[in-house]
């Protein structure tokens, strides 16, 4: 079930669980979302086209999803995605973990788990969602939770 | 405070001599060396950086080369156990563990205040062995006859100190 406060999510308004609202964030306010999301996208231009939750989304699925995408891509393309004022959806942090799979990385796709929940910071339902979101991927290629090895506890 | 510094550091790298696989892994470790060269990329931990440039351990024994090699295969076919072998050979602290910190503010605390408490003590003594005696005008009777001239002359009279003063009841108001 999802959490409590939020619609069910559809693909294309969903959910940008950024850590503060923006400008933009005006938008987001007349959709009813749960105060903490917005719609950010990662860069404000004084011109130009912004561009919209979808196309980020997509263009960061698109490149973790590159069949012959190598380490230094993913840690790269990864680390970048961290440090953006959002928790990325669960169909990138999906394509990065199927990117993990592909450089046999288990230990990435772990700690990426753990860097979405750190990086929800004070906003302890996304973690559980994007849990949720994930978990056929999870069971499908045998990533285990951060919890499930018990160090999520220092 | 570099002796608490130290004693956190020592306590560290005696945690995980235990926590590692074996004493050749921690060995392998490739901080553990004097000389760290910078003109390579290095392990680091750092919350905003969650996969680092290379993985902690590097020099892999014979038995975690074989867990890398398992690890090409099907996942759920790894123990937890190796699932989080493979994960500490890649990273040294989990972000739990990052996230600790230390108590050794109490012991920078403590060691303020005691310095604080010695140097009081000091000041102290200073005071009685150093000082000389306070000016005669500072004595009681000398306050006195101080404060009757004061009076006498009406300093302040509007708002100040004379204007405290009944001057009929020979008073202080």
């Known amino acids: ?66 069949p012959d995408i190598d380490a230094w891509e993913l840690r790269k393309g990864m680390n970048t995605l961290i440090g953006y004022d959002l928790v990325p959806e669960p169909k990138i942090l999906d394509a990065a973990l199927r990117a993990c799979r592909r450089l046999n990385d288990l230990a990435s796709a772990i700690r990426i788990l753990e860097a979405v929940k750190d990086k929800s910071g004070p906003h302890k339902e996304i973690y559980p969602y994007v849990l949720q979101e994930l978990q056929p991927t999870l069971n499908e290629l045998g990533i285990p939770t951060p919890e499930e090895l018990g160090i999520d506890k220092a | 405070m570099l002796a608490s510094r130290a004693l956190v550091r020592g306590l560290q790298s005696g945690f995980w001599r235990r926590v590692s696989t074996s004493s050749a892994a921690w060995a392998a470790h490739t901080h553990d060396v004097d000389v760290v060269d910078c003109s390579v990329p290095q392990y680091n931990n750092r919350l905003d950086t969650p996969l680092p440039d290379v993985p902690f351990v590097r020099n892999l024994s014979a038995k975690q080369k074989k867990l890398k090699e398992k690890e090409k295969g099907s996942w759920t ?97």
């Open chain 2, 77 to 173: 076919q790894l123990t937890k156990e190796e699932k989080l072998a493979l994960y500490r050979l890649t990273h040294e602290l989990s972000y739990a563990e990052m996230r600790q910190g230390s108590k050794e503010w109490m012991t920078v605390l403590g060691g303020v205040f005691i310095f604080l408490g010695f140097t009081g003590l000091l000041v102290w003594w200073q005071r009685v062995y150093v000082y000389g005696d306070v000016p005669h005008t500072l004595s009681q009777e000398s306050v006195a006859q101080q404060t009757q001239r004061m009076i006498d002359m009406r300093v302040n009279p509007v708002h100040g100190f004379s204007h405290k003063w009944d001057y009929e009841k020979k008073q202080w108001k």
């Open chain 1, 1 to 66: 079930c999802h959490p409590p406060g939020m619609r069910k999510p559809v693909s294309r308004t969903m959910f940008r669980a950024a850590l503060q609202l923006s400008v933009s964030g005006a938008r987001s306010l007349t959709r009813s979302r749960p105060q903490y999301t917005a719609s950010v996208a990662a860069r404000s231009y004084s011109h130009g086209k912004q561009e919209t939750d979808e196309e980020f989304d997509a263009r960061w699925v698109t490149y973790f999803s590159k």
